[in-house]
């Protein structure tokens, strides 16, 4: 009884589980040493930016929440992409997983704003 009540669990949990492959990675990663103690995946290192001011404006508490639950994702303040805002170039770490998961919560968040 135990048994199939284990299986039915691990099968229940099997499609949540999200690996790295299943996500889009810059093309000039590398992985680090480091892993993600949420998601027990490398930490990937990347050529990014970031902002250009010392004092970068704050998170909205709803994406804060996000950060918060994933702590490992792009840092606040450093992206991937160049823009007017996070012109510097620099290289930092972060979770694929997790920052695949802030991108999903903020698009959600976006739609429900518009």
């Known amino acids: ?36 103690p949420v998601h027990s995946v490398r930490l990937i290192e990347v050529r990014g930016y970031v902002y250009d001011t010392p004092n970068p404006p704050s998170l909205v508490p709803e994406y804060a929440k996000l950060d918060q639950k994933f702590p490992l994702g792009i840092p606040f303040g450093r992206s991937l992409t160049p823009s007017e805002y996070t012109p510097l170039s620099e290289t930092f770490s972060y979770c694929p997983v997790c920052e695949d998961k802030i991108s999903e919560g903020r698009k959600r968040l976006q739609s429900r704003w518009n």
């Open 1 to 36: 009884m135990m048994l199939t009540i284990a299986a039915i669990a691990f099968v229940v949990a099997l499609p949540a589980c999200q690996t790295v492959e299943s996500i889009n990675l810059p093309s000039d990663h590398k992985e680090t040493s480091e892993e993600c």
